[in-house]
T-cell receptor, first 114, second 111 residues
Framework: GNSVTQMEGPVTLSEEAFLTINCTYT??????LFWYVQYPGEGLQLLLK?????DKGSNKGFEATYRKETTSFHLEKGSVQVSDSAVYFC?????????????FGQGTTLQVKP | KAGVTQTPRYLIKTRGQQVTLSCSPI?????VSWYQQTPGQGLQFLFE???????NKGNFPGRFSGRQFSNSRSEMNVSTLELGDSALYLC??????????FGPGTRLTVL
């Protein structure tokens, strides 16, 4: 079945460091891909998305490119801030036009130190 | 535009009881999905409702059920609660072919 695998955390970085969180997926068809972020005690917030191969999603300095050839959707940010400390989830939707079911990775905790 | 709201935010129940959680989607959204989040299993899809009909279902026992009303508000019910049902229950709404937007969740503790 469809699945998402994220790199193990926690990831600890100093402020202004470069961030990469790896995400690979297994899916039939052409899923849409998402990154969500969860701050302590809160629900999930959409960070960015990409709906087809070679699309680049971006938001708040974060970027991810939908790579069909490597089945990957790695999250990057050039300079992290303490406020970026959170849990990041990679997810896929199982089919275009019907995004009612998301498959999530296990989440990666990011801690940014001043 | 108001976001997804969930009530209550926190619940404490004992084993064997049942519980009902409520979710109000973003205005205009007709799809509501439910997820269970636990430290051990992560985020798992429970079910999705669209126009009052269950459209997708995850791999959970029949103790977990849901429904959707004509105004798109949704409820999920868990009967005969078990300790393992302790979790954060998240609701998300979306318009057709669009992104899911999540509520803050209901934290259920089963004692």
């Amino acid at each position: 079945g469809n699945s998402v695998t994220q790199m193990e955390g926690p990831v600890t970085l100093s402020e202004e460091a470069f961030l990469t969180i790896n995400c690979t997926y297994t899916a039939t068809g052409y899923p849409s891909l998402f990154w969500y972020v969860q701050y302590p005690g809160e629900g999930l917030q959409l960070l960015l998305k990409a709906t087809k191969a070679d699309d680049k999603g971006s938001n708040k300095g974060f970027e991810a490119t939908y790579r069909k050839e490597t089945t990957s959707f790695h999250l990057e940010k050039g300079s992290v801030q303490v406020s970026d400390s959170a849990v990041y989830f990679c997810a896929l939707s199982e089919s275009m036009g019907n995004t009612g079911k998301l498959i999530f990775g296990q989440g990666t905790t990011l801690q940014v130190k001043p | 535009k108001a976001g997804v709201t969930q009530t209550p935010r926190y619940l404490i129940k004992t084993r064997g009881q049942q519980v009902t959680l409520s979710c109000s989607p973003i205005s205009g959204h007709r799809s509501v999905s439910w997820y269970q989040q636990t430290p051990g299993q992560g985020l798992q899809f429970l079910f999705e409702y669209f126009s009052e009909t269950q459209r997708n279902k995850g791999n959970f026992p029949g103790r977990f059920s849901g429904r959707q009303f004509s105004n798109s508000r949704s409820e999920m019910n868990v009967s005969t609660l078990e300790l393992g049902d302790s979790a954060l229950y998240l609701c998300a709404s979306s318009s057709p072919a669009d992104t899911q937007y999540f509520g803050p969740g209901t934290r259920l503790t089963v004692l």
